[in-house]
Every structure is written in structure tokens, then in C-alpha cells.
């Protein structure tokens, strides 16, 4: 079984440019997370999907930070315009559903590195 | 201040070696997960506990769900290089399966 997809693995901008990773979940789970791992700290969650339509993203700096998973497939974070306090690994995982004690299967991550 | 302490933030030990980490709250999780990561990947569920008191024991690693559900620790025996990594706990507060995870305790084993 393929695991989380995610692209690209390594990303280096200029602050105030924009930036897009791009996450494959795997195949039939209908639940979707992001989080941001800064260096030395724990995963924070920032936003949840289930299908298509958003659950939690209470802690997703709205003002710069979007995501979307359109068809209840594949999703997108995009941050624009980034700052240097958003260098940090953003991974993606996923679950069969948002139940309780569902594994939530992380992909390698997309580190982003903002000079 | 996270929600989740987790102790200590490092630690070297020699091949052979005994430890434990700790994972700290003041809040009651409906139930708690560890994780193992390493370098260039993401975390890989190693254990869920949900009842308080729970043990559970996966090779030479033994996990503990406190009784009131607020605080856990996993204990590594004869700790073996492969063991190198961090250890993530990570509590659910509700219903659900949305995590809040700790701050990590890395982990190095030296042959």
C-alpha cells in the first residue's frame, strides 16, 4: 500500500514569496492534516479536512497560510507571503476517518527554508 | 507553555541502557499515542493507550497511560542504536482522533 505523498521535499524562498506544497493521501482515507514541525519542537496541527470540507483550522494563520483539498483527494497548503518564522517541515497525514484512535499515517514532509 | 511536557529533551546513553521518558499534563486525554520520527521522515504511530493505567508493551519498549489519563511514559530496555530518534507523545482531548502533540524527547544510543 502506498503511503502519504508529498511534494516537493525541499523548498527554498525569499521572505514575502510565495510557496505551494502539495500532499497525496492515502488511497480511501477521507481524513486530512497538516502540520508545521519547527526545528526542535513537536508537530502543530493547522488545518483538518474531512472529504472536501475543512473541521478544524483554528490554529492556520489565515492571513497568509490557505489550504484546499477540492474532490476530497489530493490537498494544497499555500502560504503567501511567507516570513522567516514560517521555516520549518510541514507534514501531511491521514486517517481512514476522524474517529477516535484512528492511526493518522504522516508522509515525509516538505521542509521550507525562508531567507 | 505546550499542553503536553514532555522530559527530557535529550538524552545520550550507551548501548545497553535502560531509560524512560516522560509525557506530562494537566489536562485528561481521551486516549494517548507515541511516536517514533527520524531524520527526513514523518512520525510512525508506535502505541495507542486509552484506559487509565494501561500498560503496553511492544518488544523491549513499555508504555504507561497514567490513572487519571493526564500524564504517560514509555521505558526502553537495553536500549539498541536503532532505537536513535525522537519520541513524540501525542494526546486526543475529545472525541476524535485531533492531536496534540509534545515537544519530543530525542534520543541518541551510542554503540
Known amino acids: 500500500e502506498a503511503g502519504v505523498a508529498q511534494s516537493p521535499r525541499y523548498k527554498i524562498i525569499e521572505k514575502r514569496q510565495s510557496v505551494a506544497f502539495w500532499c497525496n493521501p492515502i488511497s480511501g482515507h477521507a481524513t486530512l492534516y497538516w502540520y508545521q514541525q519547527i526545528l526542535g519542537q513537536g508537530p502543530k496541527l493547522l488545518i483538518q479536512?474531512?472529504?472536501?470540507?475543512?473541521?478544524?483550522d483554528s490554529q492556520l494563520p489565515k492571513d497568509r497560510f490557505s489550504a484546499e483539498r477540492l474532490k476530497g483527494v489530493d490537498s494544497t497548503l499555500k502560504i503567501q507571503p511567507a516570513k522567516l518564522e514560517d521555516s520549518a517541515v510541514y507534514l501531511c497525514a491521514s486517517s481512514l476517518t476522524s474517529g477516535s484512535y484512528n492511526e493518522q499515517f504522516f508522509g515525509p514532509g516538505t521542509r521550507l527554508t525562508v531567507l | 507553555t505546550q499542553l503536553l511536557e514532555q522530559s527530557p529533551q535529550f538524552l545520550s546513553i550507551q548501548e545497553g541502557e535502560n531509560l524512560t521518558v516522560y509525557c506530562n499534563s494537566s489536562?485528561?486525554?481521551?486516549?494517548l499515542q507515541w511516536y517514533r520520527q527520524e531524520p527526513g521522515e514523518g512520525p510512525v504511530l508506535l502505541v495507542t493507550v486509552v484506559t487509565g493505567g494501561e500498560v503496553k508493551k511492544l518488544k523491549r519498549l513499555t508504555f504507561q497511560f497514567g490513572d487519571a489519563r493526564k500524564d504517560s511514559s514509555l521505558h526502553i530496555t537495553a536500549a539498541q542504536p536503532g532505537d536513535t530518534g525522537l519520541y513524540l507523545c501525542a494526546g486526543a482531548l475529545g472525541a476524535g482522533n485531533m492531536l496534540t502533540f509534545g515537544g519530543g524527547t530525542r534520543l541518541m544510543v551510542k554503540p
Open positions: 489536562s485528561v486525554f481521551s486516549s
Open positions: 479536512f474531512q472529504n472536501n470540507g475543512v473541521v478544524d
